[in-house]
């Protein structure tokens, strides 16, 4: 009998409701990675290649070897509408894995956005689509299509384990991930937060700028700082 880890498919995922997933709608990844102490945001290298277009979906997981998208072009097709395609490709620099033939797909098929620890080409054709992208780098070298891989298993993206159904919200400053049940939770602190700095920087466009020197001096203190006049 042989063995299907590293080359199978799992076409049915628990996907969170989906005014569970609106509430992070318009929320900073920053607010939402503060309220999780920091610990769930994607590294700086996947970056975003959409400029003015925010993230916001649940995950369809994709793991493939370096410079292969066989498996991609097949989750293009099962990932269903408000789904994030998340393609773990172990940071491949060799080769793009999609381009605009399949971002064209993805917007077609009403996925909220893609997100590659790899390669993707064709950038140019992102300034015209309404299509959040992400990923490692850009290359025009083009991807082979043998496989093997794996749909809907956890993958590694941006050092953080991405599992099918995880709530991404993504903008300029990168992307965060949600586990779903932390997410009722965590979406009222976040808004919380983000309505505090909102109210905070219009007290500042009135010149209103509050003396939190206090603040800061008793966490210097912690430091064993020394003041001298």
């Not at 959409?50 to 793991?63: C, E, H, I, N, P």
């Not at 070298?141 to 919200?169: A, F, H, M, R, S």
């Not at 009722?184 to 505090?196: C, S, T, V």
Request: proline share 6%; net charge negative.
């Amino acid at each position: 009998m042989s063995l299907s880890i590293g080359n199978r498919i799992y076409k049915t995922i628990h996907r969170p409701p989906r005014e569970l997933v609106e509430k992070f709608r318009h929320l900073p990844s920053s607010n939402i990675g503060d309220m999780m102490n920091r610990l769930f945001n994607m590294q700086a290298d996947i970056k975003p290649y959409t400029k003015d277009v925010s993230l916001l979906g649940t995950a369809f997981t994709v793991k493939a070897p370096e410079g292969d998208n066989l498996f991609f072009h097949m989750a293009i097709c099962l990932a269903e509408p408000g789904d994030v395609l998340v393609v773990d490709a172990g940071g491949g620099m060799e080769r793009s894995l999609c381009g605009e033939m399949m971002f064209n797909e993805a917007v077609g098929r009403g996925l909220a956005g893609i997100v590659v620890n790899g390669c993707i080409r064709d950038v140019d054709s992102l300034h015209t689509l309404h299509l959040p992208v992400y990923a490692k780098g850009v290359t025009p070298q083009g991807p082979w299509k043998n496989g093997p891989g794996e749909i809907n298993t956890p993958v590694c993206c941006g050092g953080q384990v991405i599992c099918p159904g995880d709530i991404l919200v993504g903008d300029a400053d990168g992307i965060v991930v949600v586990h779903p049940g932390d997410a009722a939770e965590l979406a009222e602190a976040a808004r919380k937060k983000f309505d505090g700095e909102q109210r905070r920087l219009e007290e500042n466009h009135r010149g209103v700028y509050p003396d939190v020197s206090s603040k800061w001096a008793s966490q210097i203190e912690k430091c064993g700082a020394v003041l001298f006049d």
